[in-house]
């Protein structure tokens, strides 16, 4: 199958819930408790309406693979979660380099250290570790590198 991306609509939310929710996802992320439905909800409805963000659902074939989260701001953030069952598969790599294909400013990526495979899956992608900030590695994509 060949990996596809799209944005998410309101059909995805439970799922990147139960993502988000999955006990690894938790230990790698910035805040490690689980996100409860309603709390999941009200930043779901936000993040699709908000026009500086941009949530991508990757797809390989029928199933959903993953997501891909952009925020812009004073500089642009990438995120990306995957299916659980997705793991392995080496479906990221993929999936982020779709998801940044049209993406030519600088992009920053925020991993924690022990998350060994987003720090290979970022510096194989191009991403330049830039410093440490609140005990969390900075990892920036330059200005139209490409993925």
Known sequence: MTVTVRKATADDAADLLAWRNDPLT?????TTEPVGTAEHARWF???LEDA???????EDGAEKIGMV?????????????????ARGRGLARELL???LAQERGAVLAV?????????????GAGFVLQ??????ARYVRPPGATP
């Open 26 to 30: 938790r230990a790698m992320s910035r």
């Open 111 to 123: 991993i924690k250290p022990d998350n060994r495979a987003s720090l290979r899956l970022f510096e």
């Open 97 to 99: 380099a779709l998801a």
């Open 131 to 136: 410093g440490m900030r609140d005990g969390l």
């Open 52 to 58: 500086t963000c941009t949530l991508l659902i990757g």
């Open 69 to 85: 989260r952009l925020s812009r701001g004073e500089e642009t953030e990438v995120s990306i979660n995957l299916n659980p069952a």
């Open 45 to 47: 409805h936000r993040a």
